[in-house]
């Protein structure tokens, strides 16, 4: 395996790793936890996609990482106010 392989082996899992807690009830989708695991799970496997140059998981990473920036944003503004 490569590094890019084990780069993207890393996100995926901790993406699926933050599905597994919220079906288990063990998170809730809205912590800061789930959405934290939610944006490096993205990051992590949308750089393995851009090191592979496969465009159609470089958009779904993409756009999943930055859904769940824009959850952690709403987070931390709900915890401000």
Known sequence: MTITDWTGFIGVAILLVAYFLHLRNII??????YLLLNTAGA???CFASVLLHYL????LEGCWT?????????????KTI
């Open 66 to 78: 930055m859904v769940s920036l824009i959850g952690l944003v709403h987070y931390y503004k709900r």
């Open 56 to 59: 159609p998981f470089i958009i």
């Open 28 to 33: 809730h989708k809205d912590s800061q936890l």
């Open 43 to 45: 990051g992590i496997a």
